[in-house]
């Protein structure tokens, strides 16, 4: 028994901000911010608008184009770093009353831009031990909600939005997730933090003083490791499964900063027309960026039955993933 990606979804909400508007907002230049990351415009969720709003309606289509019924769902992976909720409910637990599915294992992961990867390999684990059928993953982000839009540094970066996908049993190994792999390294926490709100920092007035709900970043920092990290990954998970990257249909990237994949892409001696790229119109949507890279390749016509996509992502935890995919429309 194999498990396959049965379907995508995504949502994308409805508020643009583009490289402009963040010159009226922060000291910016939209050549800066397009020659240091790739990122033109970006979208953000309305001010009632919650991760679970988003994660709802990605989830909603990812259902509905694979074909199952809401009661064939039978379990829910939430990945996501702004939860709707600091402690509980979980996300996927809200998702799941909005869907209107009940009895189902839901529950949330934390795993920073590696979420939905690291959701997979969950949903890979159920399936192929016979626990779950039908496991519907989901990485949703509200970014806006831990973003600093006085800080130039950050705030440029990342966008709203939400990506899902249902992942079921099958037989046929050509339709197989062929393999997930998932590490972290904690060594590094302080690169990608929130500082405040946690145990550590419990939500008060100095917390609030000092901006620590918010997200900050050694950009730099970050960058190097993950320009090595995202390669050495992809050159293991290719050289397990006896591949190379000719054998690759799309390389599908997180989506964080153009410089890093394009970097990662020439080492792998990838195609430049097989990388898989939508940091220009999302910006870095954290756990959503890759199921939404999917999903815009697959309504535009690219995404083909039966191709095999290489996923790469690396997050806050610092944590990191990749997987071999075989996409089934
Ligand atoms: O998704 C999770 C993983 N995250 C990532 O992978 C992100 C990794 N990091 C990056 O993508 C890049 O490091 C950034 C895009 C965040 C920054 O690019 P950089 O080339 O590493 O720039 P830098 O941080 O070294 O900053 C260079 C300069 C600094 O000025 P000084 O000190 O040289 O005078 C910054 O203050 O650019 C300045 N700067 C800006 N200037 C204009 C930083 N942000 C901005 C800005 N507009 N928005």
């Known amino acids: 028994m194999y498990a396959s990606l049965k379907s995508i979804g995504a949502y994308v909400p409805e508020k643009k901000l583009t490289n402009l508007d963040f010159e009226k907002m922060v000291d910016t230049t939209d050549a800066w911010i397009q020659q240091r990351t790739g990122i033109k415009e970006r979208y953000i969720a309305g001010e009632d608008e919650t991760t679970s709003d988003l994660a709802t309606k990605a989830a909603a289509l990812a259902i509905e184009r694979s074909g199952l019924e809401l009661s064939d769902i039978d379990g829910i992976i939430c990945a996501t770093i702004t939860p709707d909720f600091f402690c509980m409910p979980s996300t996927a637990c809200v998702v799941a009353d909005k869907l209107g599915i ?3 294992t839901a529950f949330d992961i934390s795993a920073a831009c590696s979420g939905f990867v690291y959701a997979m390999s969950m949903a890979k684990a ?18 806006s909600s831990i973003v600093d839009y006085s800080d130039r540094a950050t705030c440029v ?7 899902a996908a249902v992942i079921s049993a099958t037989e046929d190994k050509k339709k197989a997730i062929l393999d997930v792999k998932t590490s972290a390294d904690g060594e590094y926490q302080d690169f990608l933090i929130t500082a405040g709100g946690g145990s550590k920092n419990p939500c008060s007035q100095h917390v609030l003083n000092e901006k620590m709900q918010y997200l900050k970043m050694k950009g730099n920092e970050t960058f190097k490791l993950a320009v090595n990290t995202l390669t ?12 190379t990257s000719n054998d690759i249909d799309w ?3 997180h989506q964080a900063n153009y410089r890093i994949i394009n970097a990662v892409a020439k080492k792998l001696k990838m195609d430049e027309d097989k990388v898989v790229l ?4 999302y910006g870095n949507t954290s756990a ?3 199921p939404m890279a999917i999903n815009k390749w697959y309504e535009e016509g690219k995404l083909k039955d039966g191709e095999l996509m290489l996923l790469d992502t690396f997050g806050g935890g610092l944590t990191w993933g990749s997987a071999l995919v075989h996409f089934n429309a």
């Open 288 to 290: 959503a960026s890759i």
């Open 232 to 243: 050495k990954d992809v050159f293991e998970i290719l050289d397990d499964n006896k591949l």
């Open 157 to 163: 970066l990342f966008g709203d939005g939400a990506g």
């Open 278 to 281: 939508t940091v220009a119109g």
């Open 102 to 104: 009940k009895y189902v």
């Open 126 to 143: 159920f399936i192929e031990s016979g626990m779950k059928k039908n496991v519907l993953i989901i990485g949703a982000e509200k970014m």
């Open 251 to 253: 390389f599908v990237p």
